[in-house]
Structure formats: C-alpha cells, structure tokens
C-alpha cells in the first residue's frame, strides 16, 4: 500500500520498472530506429475504397525517414522554434508525420477537433498564435476548404495567406489528395499541397535539421491542446516534450503494450489519449500502430482480424459499437489480449461482453489533458468488479491526493472531494492564461483536477463527476456554460441551463431544461435547428425540456441536482442511473 498517512486518500508516488526519461519526442523517434530499423511502425490498410493510397507499411527507419523529409519541409517555410502550427484532420498518415517532426523543429503542435465548426476553428487559431495550419478538404459533413478560405485572404504564392482576424496565421496546406472537381476551388485561393511542402523541404539540408533538432529540449513545449474549462471557454493546455513521453511511458510499463504488439487505435488523434498514449506508447515500445482513419466499427473489425492486433484501444461506446455491429460474428479476433479503454470506469456488462465476445481483458486509463492524458490505470489482472467500479491505481511517479473542495485538506479514504495529481505529468501551463493557470495548479504543483472522487485503502479511485459539472459524452468532455451560452442568444429564450443524464450508450448524454421568455411560444425543434451549424453535433442536447422557472437556493443559484432529479424520473432514466451506479 502505498497511502503515506494511515487513513486518508494520499498515494505517495511509486517508482515504475522504467525509469523516467531526459528525452525529447523527435530524439526517441531516432533512438526506435536506430535499434529496431525493420520493425512495423505505422500500418494502414483495409482502405481498399480509396485505392493504393492507403496502402501503407512503414518500418522505423522508414518513419523515421518521411518524418525528417517533413521536418525539413517546415523549415523550408522558416517556421521557427517555438512556433504554432495546427492540424486539422482525421487520422491520417501525414498527422503522424506532422506531430514528429514538428517536435523534431522545435514547433508547438495543436490538434484541433475534427467536429469543430468555424467559429470554433477560429478561435483556436486566434488564441493558439497559429502560424500554419495543416487540413484536410472535408472531414464528416464538413466542407473544410470553404471554411478555411473564409477567415484568410490569398497571398503571392500557394499556400501563403494573411488574414485580419487572424493576424499570425501565414500558410495553409491541404492533406490528402484533392478530390475531382476541387481544381477550379483550389486555384481560386491557393493553399498549398502537402507533397509539395514536403518537395520544398530538399533545399535544407539534413545537418541543418540536426542542428535545429539538437537545439529542442526534454522540458520545451511541444504540444497544446485546448479543452473547455469551467467557464466554457476552451484553454490550451500547453505540454512538454517530458511530460507527454514519461505519460506514454507509465501507460506502457505495466505491460500493457510489447514490441511484438499490433495496436489498433480507434481513438481520433486530436484527443489527448491518441496523440500521446497511443502514437508515442507504441513509439516507446517499438510497437506496431494500426490507425482507423475515423471511427467505424466495421472497419476496426477488419483491420483487427487481417492484421491480427493484439490490443484495441476504444472508449465503451466505440466497444459497444464494434460488439453490437451486424457483422461481428464474421470476423476472427482471436489475436487480441487486451482492450484499452479512455476516460471512464467501464461498466461491469461491457468488460464481461469483451471476454465473451473479443476474448480479451479489459484495461482503463483515466486522465486529462493538463496531466498529459494519463493518471491512473486498472492493472491488467484487476477483477471485474475493480474495473467497473474504478479507474484503478495512479500511474507510476505520480502522486495523487483527495481533497475537500472548500478546505483543501485531504479527506479520509472513502470521502468524496477533487481528485490533485503532482508530478513530470502536471502541464507547463494555460496558455496566455496565467490567471487560469494559477486556478488549477497551486504553488506546490498540484494539479487540481475539477474531478470529484473517492479513494480506498488501496489507492484504488473512483471517479463520482466533475466538480463544475462537466459532461462526459461517449469520451468527449463537453462543457455546459457553453452550450448555456448559445441557447440564450435564441430570442425567445429567457435563461437555459445545460446538465448531463446517464444514458446506456454514451456514459452521458445532454438535457437542456429552457425558460422561454414569457408569452412566447417556443418548440423544441426550433432550437434544435438553431444549434445545427452554430455547435459541434455532439454538443447539440439529446432532450430540451421547458419550464417557468427553476429551482434555486437562498441566494439565488439554480439548483442543477434537482433538474436532475427531476429529468431522470421523467426522462424514465432511474433505472439506467442505477446501474450505472452499481
């Protein structure tokens, strides 16, 4: 046991079978390759609808390889250290590429959300200091060639633009091959092509890019992440090249990935889980890495039966998806020992679903952006009950601690308070947001999670909800204020209050209860389509209820618990709020 004072939910942090690594990304890239050259690293394949393009095995020396092509072809553009660059893509290989050699160069990498509207795209970039950003011509629904040329102005030549809003923003490349039909869009406004980028790369030399890569140190910036906060306005948490491998480093040292291994990742790779658990844990471990470009259930069927992955990592609702899928029976999955799942306790059915039907153990791994996407983690061997119940042990090296939320003290095993972790994993901070930063991490280095939780005897914690009432959607943390926010811009709309409900499926779903304005009629279709087009689709709310007025306190805050309540006996919720509790 590991608990420092007899009693109280305190896990002094405990050394891992590896020790912590003095490192920077793009250096353990050169170290896979140098020790391990033919060994799969990236693999693409079952993509036969978009012919050969897909098609794709690269071994470490190979990644290696394309990655400093890029990296050279970054510099080309006379980004320099510490700069912005965004991506702005599903799972393709160019973002792997991308994120290597950005910290190769010394850049600050931002992932941004493939559902993002334009709005949202555009404030990521404002906020983020964005130089270039790297897209995709459409992801899902989303035409994003027409969104980017609305917020810039072409320049002199492809790829360069100057935009009034976005006054750092300076070059735009398009991933992937442009569809038929796009010549005519393309040269209108001009962004450049990735593979030309890549060409434009040949006039820097490879001791240049050495030099650059010699100067990027283990404790610089490498990546930012933006995720919403209390207030509902999104943050970046800004990440080190330190902390996000000695992340992936604890997620893998309790034999959860093995060189041998071949990694199916259903997760996107703009959420903190897939862009550091899973492309830098098989990095570390010389592992093979088999992305789904998005997530579709067939399709991770098939890459896991042709391929033979030996681990998949989903959240519940993507396991729920793959295992309730028509075709499931059809394929062979025998070669999977373990399934990875993100961001939540997994229900008790699910875990005896995946022995059943995959053959596989069960593993969680619970994080957060600020702490480098990683916790803590269910042992491998952990009981069902374990594994339904809690998110498991810290990570190694890492402390954690519960506290009162008002009082800051440690609370005694079993009481509830905000979930603290200390350690390499604790971000460098808020970006431009001091005031913020000081809010979450304190002068002990403390990060204060916002998660409430219990601790038992063992270490063992359990995640209860957030402390500012964060809804956790299928694995996407969505914030209520600013869902809140939007729905009160609607003219007939008085007040909105946004909470989370359990739902079977999606672990939470969205319930907006609205106050219209009074004598005014208001459907819940109406708002419905004000939402479409203005929020992400998953931020749109399953169920609007209307009210006159809400319930409050003496001084004058609504009470979100009662709404709550009261939804789940209307809604015919009770029973899925009771096993999820059980």
């Known amino acids: 046991m590991n608990i420092t004072n007899e009693g109280l939910s305190y896990w002094q942090a405990k050394t891992g079978s590896d020790p912590l690594l003095e490192t920077t990304v793009g250096d353990l890239l050169d170290r896979r390759a140098s020790d391990i050259p033919d060994q799969e690293a990236i693999v693409y394949s079952c993509y036969s609808e978009v012919g050969g393009t897909l098609d794709i095995r690269w071994t470490y020396e190979e990644y290696r390889e394309r990655v400093d092509e890029v990296a050279r072809g970054l510099m080309a553009l006379r980004l320099n250290n510490g700069d912005h660059i965004a991506v702005w893509a599903a799972n393709l290989p160019e973002w792997l590429l991308l994120q290597m050699a950005s910290a190769k160069t010394g850049l600050v990498l931002i992932p941004i959300n493939t559902t993002y509207r334009a709005a949202e795209l555009e404030y990521v970039l404002k906020q983020g200091d964005v130089s270039a950003l790297f897209f995709m011509e459409c992801v899902h629904d989303q035409n994003c060639l027409e969104i980017v040329s609305s917020l810039v102005t072409p320049g002199l030549y492809y790829g360069a633009v100057s935009s009034e809003r976005l006054p750092l923003l300076r070059y735009v490349c398009m991933l992937g091959t442009p569809s038929p039909g796009k010549s005519g869009q393309l040269e209108a406004w001009g962004p ?186 269910t042992p491998p061997d952990d009981t069902i009950e374990l594994k339904s119940a809690t998110v498991g042990l810290p990570l190694p090296y890492v402390d954690v601690k519960i506290v009162h939320p008002m009082t800051g003290q440690v609370v005694p095993c079993g009481e509830c308070g905000e979930l603290c972790c200390r350690g390499y994993l604790v971000m460098r901070g808020y970006y431009t947001m001091p005031e913020k930063t000081a809010e979450v991490i304190d002068s002990q280095g403390w990060l204060h999670t916002g998660d409430l939780a219990t601790m038992d005897e063992q270490g063992y914690i359990k995640i209860i909800g957030r402390l500012q009432e964060m809804v956790v959607r299928g694995g996407q943390n969505i914030s209520p204020r600013e869902i809140e926010e939007l729905l009160v811009s609607h003219p007939k709309v008085a007040d909105a209050q946004v909470l989370g409900v359990p739902d079977a499926f999606f672990g939470e779903e969205l319930l907006a209860v609205i106050r219209p304005k009074e004598g005014i009629g208001l459907t819940e279709e109406e708002l419905r389509e004000f939402c479409k087009g203005r929020i992400s689709h998953q931020k749109v709310p399953r169920y609007f209820q209307f009210t006159d007025a809400y319930p409050m306190t003496a001084d004058g805050k609504v009470q979100k618990y009662l709404l709550r309540q009261h939804a789940l006996k209307n809604l015919g919720l009770e029973e899925v709020a009771g096993a999820r509790m059980a």
């Open 192 to 377: 450049a092509l990735f593979r030309e980028m890549v060409a434009n790369g040949a006039y820097i030399s490879p001791q240049e890019l050495r030099e650059r890569q010699a100067a990027v140190k283990p404790m610089d910036p490498t990546m930012l992440l933006y995720t919403s906060g209390t207030t509902g306005f999104p943050k970046g948490a800004l990440l080190s090249h330190y902390g996000i491998i000695n992340s992936a480093i604890g997620f893998t040292s309790r034999g959860m990935t093995h060189e041998d291994d071949h990694l199916c990742a259903a997760l996107p790779f703009f959420h903190i889980g897939g862009s550091v658990l899973t492309t830098l844990g098989t990095l570390y471990k010389g592992t093979a890495l088999h992305p789904l470009i998005t997530f579709e259930p067939l399709k991770a069927l098939q890459i896991i039966s042709t391929e033979c992955c030996t681990i998949l990592e989903a959240t519940p609702t993507m396991l729920m998806a793959v295992i309730q899928h028509p075709q499931f029976a059809q394929h062979d999955l025998s070669s999977l020992r373990m399934v990875v799942s993100r961001g939540t306790a997994v229900p008790s059915y699910l875990i005896e679903q995946v022995k059943e039907h995959m053959g596989a153990d069960v593993t969680v791994v619970f994080g957060q952006m600020e702490a480098c996407a990683g916790i803590t983690y």
